[in-house]
């Protein structure tokens, strides 16, 4: 029997710095007896020996065997992670999870609304709007986050610019006096008023904070967006990533595995969460 | 393997127990093992090494409470020369046994034990973290080897430690306890702080049928008025409650959050709930 | 092929199972009920129910998932579990409760060590010829008498022992017994037995198994939850002492001495303040009232949503260890108890 609990080990390749506290880790996966298939949007559990075992979104593939992971120290686990630099060892298991509704999503327009990191779990399907752009309609992608210096990927932004029928809109929160910023100022549902997507033939995908989920939610409902329209990829404890272990659960549904991108009905059905608001207890 | 961290055990206002535990533990090899990751350049009870002024430390344990003004500089200094400050033990933690003479005024303790209570200079007991940031604390009276092992083992390898903090029912169920709470009656020894009191002791009293006295402290989210309510019905008598909430952790906020449910004088640190220790 | 035999006592077929199998039994010491391996000590079938459930013999509260070793990147070794073993005197509502740990640890991922010792344990079940008070198996329909998945089933007969076979393994162990095979008397004794049993589970549960999942979906905010949150000790021991409950924290025990490590799985429990809390230190059940749902719900509906099995087989474990005892109805009452926690929800708004 296969043991699902068992890390692969795993060598990083190189480790890139986005910002003081992200890392952006290429992980060179072992021979594998078919190569490694992820869909945008899953995620795997990476170990660190040691310490212990973290959820984290997967990012680019940039050859057969090479992956990468985006990450920001939160924790004790993830602190450790991106300390390790290239030739280190780390363990992987995965992919986990149900990742962004692909299929519902063809020719569609889409728009991408996320903050900070909650880019990283929408690395994967940027990669795939650059390489099948006829598979999506018009693309928006408004990204927020506190300040110039706390958004990753900033080196893809002029590739992106350039995708056909694809607009990026960039806010931050705040502009620290000695930055250059010549874009928007707020947070991220201040760039929904100029959109070019259509909401009646779009999708929505967002990632960031529950809280910022739950704006952008709103503000996309308002705009005349479906309940259904609305994909939220959410966080929670995992750790089995297997549907055990229990700890992700958000009433009758785990995140781990039927996560963690839920549709805004699906979530309006769930208690315990920020993102539609109900029962949580003050 | 990594340096041996160089640590010091000092002692204030206790029986020493913790500290003989260390010596005490007979325990597998992977204890020998653990303590071996320790250069003890301190340690009274174990070595002849003397005290070095304005030495610097990578671990201070800080054994017992804090009752004179002259052990709230002393440490103080232990702070400022060490990297990682320990509470060990109960008396570190919540102040432990002699905490209990926190309730009386002290001028009232001082006249019963001694002739000239103008001479004395004591000061009512108060925790280590009361003055001193704590980075770990070893909870219990004494502690428990195995949360020392993993403290140690985390320490040394510059991660966190899995310090539990469940309260002792869970623990009590692993080890197949039958419940004594529930099941004994009419005697003090059914008056039991399990639901409320952390775990890490490996259930030393309720694995003999003696009740837990909440020497680990509160755990996490502790329903104190539950508690109360429960030794209520069970028939015992206000001051009962108190003494068993009193016992070794009465200082805790909410451990003195149970002892006043029933008790006229106001817990000393209840107004304070920023003290709360992670 | 014989189907049931009639033992006189039970001592021939410990013996027997003991030749090829660690047989986990009963065992009384000190008033405490509790399964433990066998030996001198005599199985002890008198209680209903074993103060832990025998869940922890195939999912140990703390288990070994791997060791590691971490030089020139690392190794990995996994324990052995092929230990043949005997889980005897197990109580149907326990056999049920075990039928949903194989949904649970199976399905899409299986796992190998709830797998490995499952197909390597030979289930001895034992009918309940006498329920506790706190039983309320019937309603759920998981007791007091087992129709399948078992190897071999015990039943007291007063005159000796029913032992009926379920399996080829359970074959395997009842031919060496030589003992004659069970009359038509026996059987019909059997089933009068079992009735009278089903008759004596004085605890019902208000509402249909099948009409839980809408019951409890309309009274998600009924004002019943808050004041029995507010006398729940948060302790755990409901969910600890619960044979259908599954859920286990991962963590790492690491010796920098020796740059080997182990990791670990540990029962976790909803009901702890840590259980949902992520990384940044936010924790989306944060309060008592939302861990007590989510354990009363997930108990009563969730599961049975997930996994296509309850997630509560009426064994009455927690009714019996929930410290908590809450006057309702105009009787002391176990918070825990999910007879009352529905009872309390049936209450008008």
Known sequence: MKNPYLPMSCVIKETKKETADIKTISVELPDLPAPFDYAPGQFNQISVMGVGEMPISIGSRLDDKTITHTVRAVGEATSKLVELDAGDTIGLRGPFGQGWPLEAAAGKDLLLATGGLGLAPLRALLDLIEAERDRFGRVNLAYGARTPGDMIFTDRFDRWRVIPDFELFLTVDHVPKEAVWEHATGVVTHVFDRLTVDPARALAFTCGPEIMMRFVANSLLIRGFDQNSIFVSMERRMECGMGKCGHCMIGPKYVCIDGPVFSYAQVKALPHNIIAGKGLAA | ?278 | MVRALKLDGLDILIESLKKDYLVYAPLSRNGDYFFSILEEEKAYLGCAVTIMPPKRILQPEVQTLFNYTAVDGYSIETPPLDQKQALFGIRPCDVHAMLGFDRVFGGRYEDPYWWERRKNTLVVAANCTTVAEECFCSSWGTGPGLDANYDLLLTDLEDGYLLEIGSPAGEEVAIQLDVPPAGEADLSKKARLLARATASIKKVLGVKPTELHDFLAERFDHPAWQPQADVCFSCGNCTITCPTCYCYNIFEDYSPALKAGERRSEWDSCQLLEFARIAHGFNFRRTRLDRFKHRSIHKLSWMDQQYQTPGCVGCGRCVRWCPSWPVRRGRPTSLADPVEIIGDLMEAV
């Open chain 2, 1 to 278: 393997m990594a340096d041996k961290l160089k640590t010091a055990l000092f002692k204030f206002t206790c029986c020493a127990g913790c500290q003989f535990q260390l010596l005490y533990f007979f325990s597998p090899e992977s204890f020998l093992e653990t303590l071996d990751l320790l250069d003890f350049v301190y340690f009274r009870m174990a070595t002849s090494k003397e005290l070095k002024e304005d030495d610097h430390y990578d671990l201070a344990f800080i054994e017992g409470a804090i009752s004179t003004t002259e052990d709230i500089e002393k440490v103080k200094k232990i702070r400022k020369q060490s990297d990682i400050v320990v509470g060990y033990g109960a008396c570190a933690a919540h102040g432990g046994v002699q905490s209990i003479g926190d309730w009386t005024p002290q001028r009232k303790l001082e006249e019963t034990v001694y002739p000239n209570p103008l001479q004395m200079k004591s000061i009512k007991v108060h925790p280590v973290d009361e003055f001193i940031r704590v980075d770990y604390q070893l909870r219990g009276c004494p502690i428990d080897e195995v949360e020392f092992m993993e403290l140690i083992r985390a320490l040394a390898a510059k991660k966190e430690p899995y310090l539990r903090e469940y309260p002792v029912c869970v623990e009590c169920k692993f080890a197949n306890n039958i419940c004594i709470l529930l099941m004994r009656q009419g005697v003090l020894e059914s008056m039991c702080l399990g639901p409320v009191t952390r775990a890490g002791c490996r259930v030393a009293c309720t694995r003999n049928m003696r009740a837990c006295f909440g020497c680990r402290g509160p755990m996490t989210n502790p329903n104190i008025p539950e508690m109360v309510r429960t030794f209520k019905g069970k028939g015992f008598t206000e001051h009962e409650i108190f003494t068993r909430f009193t016992e070794y952790a009465g200082l805790s906020p909410e451990f003195s959050e149970g002892a006043r449910a029933y008790y006229e004088r106001k817990a000393p640190y209840y107004e304070r709930p920023e003290w709360r220790a992670a």
